[in-house]
């Protein structure tokens, strides 16, 4: 069982449009942190939250954490194909160890 | 480079052979994690490094798993006998301390056939 559960598992759009992720737990975090992945990469860290309704903004992405920090969002505005990606989100907790959701596929189609 | 490294990129194996993967943590960060990450499933934590302090090896799934790190820099992940569900992408980060920001290495990804 996953302590954070992503969803959708799998996302296809059109460039242009938007999309949102989410990233749930039952547990609370001290934090939250949003990655993106390539194929035969590593995950590379898009953000950190740390506050309880925290809302940060990177260009076209805009990160949310929930009031309980247990659960959090990413939307990406007007989408490109650069975007295509596995998308993560790790919790963390009061020692260094992250746990990770399963992942959110993102397909941006030309 | 100035990133993490790790090798090899790619590893096939047999069935109840032993491998090593080894991962080149970026210089002067003090704290190492390993993952293995499986098609469909998030990153699962194996074990991390600090320093000198004793890993936490609390993330290893069995005692065919061992990981070492030499001087403080580059760490070995050893795996024995391997397993068919062993196959995964090994993931390698290291941070300035425990706790900051994890830069993580491309992955070895290990295939037992």
């Known amino acids: 069982t996953q302590l954070l559960e992503q969803s959708p598992q799998f996302l296809s759009i059109q460039e242009g449009e938007n999309l949102t992720v989410y990233c749930n737990s039952s547990?609370?975090?001290?934090?939250l942190q949003w990655y993106r992945q390539e194929p035969g990469e590593g995950p590379v860290l898009l953000v950190t939250?740390?506050?309880?309704?925290e809302v940060k903004k990177l260009k076209r992405l805009t990160f949310q954490f929930g009031d309980a920090r247990k659960d959090s969002s990413l939307h990406i505005t007007a989408a490109q194909t650069g975007d295509t990606g596995l998308y993560l989100c790790?919790?963390?907790?009061?020692?260094?160890?992250?746990?990770f959701g399963a992942g959110t596929t993102v397909t941006v189609r030309a | 480079g100035a990133g993490v490294s790790q090798s090899p990129s790619n590893k096939v194996t047999e069935k109840g052979k032993d491998v090593e993967l080894r991962c080149d943590p970026i210089?002067?960060?003090?704290?190492l994690y390993w993952y293995r990450q499986s098609l469909g499933q998030g990153l699962e934590f194996l074990i991390y490094f600090q320093g000198n302090s004793a890993p936490d090896k609390s993330g290893l799934p069995s005692d065919r798993f061992s990981a070492e790190r030499t001087g403080g820099s580059v760490s070995t992940l050893t795996i024995q006998r391997t397993q068919q569900e062993d196959s995964a992408v090994y993931l390698c980060?290291?941070?300035?301390?425990?706790?900051?920001?994890?830069?993580f290495g491309p992955g070895t990804r290990l295939t037992v056939l």
């Open positions: 790790a919790g963390a907790g009061e020692d260094y160890k992250l746990s």
């Open positions: 210089s002067g960060h003090t704290a």
């Open positions: 980060a290291s941070s300035l301390v425990g706790g900051y920001t994890q830069y």
């Open positions: 547990s609370v975090f001290s934090s």
């Open positions: 939250v740390v506050t309880g309704g």
